[in-house]
């Protein structure tokens, strides 16, 4: 088994190494949307050249709306080389393409500057494995809307005074957050197959592409963040920012939900350091193809804080994040045998990226719960799980990222071991991931 393993991670590198000179040439001399509007190399607004981390610049290209620089050809491109293998898979579907190298998923972006005040980002994803036939075996891919963030903002500068406002139009609940602390930004590289973390996420992460929320934020003083948001379902006439059908994973709100998001930033020399928390109420039907009568109550409430140290030749980011959610059923019979559950969702990253080239970080994910908070519209399984992500990355230019994962589970689905009761064991999910990541 050892000797199999090994030589599938050295046929997994020797891809990465082909894929890699097959891209470089194309996109060593090219630069994105928001790069090109800026004229900034991408370590300017990301810390170390990280995607989508964001530096002091980069939230504030953001919350003015996208609308530094001049205006060019707002388009971008990005794509996921990647291939999986997990120590001990099984025949569920999720360990489908154990061991093999394929063409993960691709973004199209419509991102910049439309006017002085009003910019655009704008993402649609091609899923290359969206759907299986149950039938043939046979893997369907499709495109469907993915982030969108469409931005008005202004900004009033005096001696004593800097103040930024905006009104945004978004389809994800924390997306518009400037951190990368916020759960629309906790997981950077898309995973396709394999097990890459808890089956249970709060509600509040489970809304992308499901929702259609305006909301208006003010930045004062780089020191005081605010923003108070309502989503409601991306139907009717929102239904273009939506994943395009109305299936049983396509999450029911009834009326607009709240969200409001509170942040104290300080920025002094290479340092930056910021402490907020959210809160956002969910009220979903328990039938998604019946958006009629009682709901269920999700109550998230998070707290968050990061830190970054940017001097060149290095970068240092520090995060966590704490999410609590209480869940009631209300009116709803026959889906739960409580009244009332929680759940709760840790998580933490330590990174640091030298010359903005060689890079290495150290994630912990905790989720714990109450056994009926796996009654949600689109998870199962018992919310208990806990592990380790290491990872190691080189940029060998500002457009392209070879990196390595290993997701070590401790627990899962409540259990250190024999979880299914047939003698599987949390650590025969442990994953290796290996991704190419390319923009242009």
């Known amino acids: 088994m050892v000797h199999f393993f090994q030589q599938r991670i050295r046929r997994l590198i020797v891809f990465a190494a082909l894929i890699l ?11 994105p949307a928001f790069a090109r ?4 190399n991408c370590v300017a607004c990301h810390a170390g050249g990280q995607f989508p981390e964001l530096t002091t610049y980069g939230r504030l290209f953001k919350l003015t709306g996208y609308t530094i620089g001049s205006r060019t050809v707002p388009l971008s491109a990005m ?3 990647s291939a999986t293998k997990t120590s001990n898979p099984t025949s569920d579907a999720a360990f489908a393409k154990d061991a093999t190298a394929l063409f993960q998923t691709g973004s199209v972006f419509l991102a910049g500057k439309i006017t002085n005040n009003v910019g655009i980002f704008a ?8 759907s299986q036939n149950p039938d043939t075996g046979q893997w369907d891919g499709k495109w469907a809307s993915d982030n969108f963030d469409l931005r008005y903002a202004d900004r009033f500068i005096a001696p004593d005074k800097d103040l930024i406002v905006g009104l945004t ?3 994800n609940p924390s997306v518009s957050d400037p951190w990368n602390t916020a759960p629309a930004w906790l997981q950077y590289v898309p995973t396709a197959f394999g097990v890459t973390g808890p089956d249970v996420t709060p509600m509040v992460s489970q809304l992308g592409a499901k929702v259609a929320g305006v909301g208006a934020y003010a930045f004062w003083n780089n020191l005081l963040y605010a923003e108070v948001a309502g989503y409601k379902s991306a139907d009717g006439a929102w239904s273009f920012l939506s994943q395009g059908t109305k299936s049983v994973d396509q999450v029911q709100l009834k009326g607009v939900n709240p969200y409001v998001r509170v942040a104290l930033n300080h920025d002094w020399g290479p340092h930056s350091a910021m402490i907020g928390m959210f809160a956002f109420n969910g009220d979903i039907y328990p039938d998604n193809l019946n958006p009629s009568g009682p709901v269920t109550h999700y109550r998230d409430r998070g707290f968050d804080a990061q830190y970054q140290y940017l001097l060149d030749p290095h970068t240092i980011t520090a995060q966590i994040s704490y999410i609590r959610e209480n869940i009631s059923n209300g009116d709803v019979t026959g889906i739960a045998n409580n009244s009332s559950n929680t759940l709760n969702q840790f998580r933490a990253k330590a990174s640091y990226v030298y010359r903005a080239k060689y890079g290495a970080s150290l994630s912990y994910f905790s989720t714990t719960g109450t056994t009926d ?11 208990d799980a806990r592990g380790w992500v290491p990872e190691v990355f080189w940029m060998p230019v500002q457009y392209v990222r070879v990196g390595a994962q290993y997701f070590s589970f401790n627990r899962y689905q409540g259990a250190s071991s024999n979880y299914d009761g047939a003698g599987r064991n949390p650590k025969d999910n442990n994953t290796f991931f290996l991704y190419v990541w390319g923009a242009y």
């Not at 908070?373 to 919310?383: D, H, I, Q």
Request: aromatic content about 8%; overall charge neutral; cysteine-free.
């Open 21 to 31: 000179t097959a891209v470089l040439p194309q996109l060593a001399n090219a630069l």
């Open 37 to 40: 509007q800026t004229g900034q």
């Open 79 to 81: 794509g996921v080389l």
């Open 123 to 130: 993402q649609a994803t091609y899923n290359n494995y969206n």
């Open 169 to 171: 139009l978004s389809n």
């Open 373 to 383: 908070a796996t009654l949600y519209p689109t998870n199962t399984g018992n919310p």
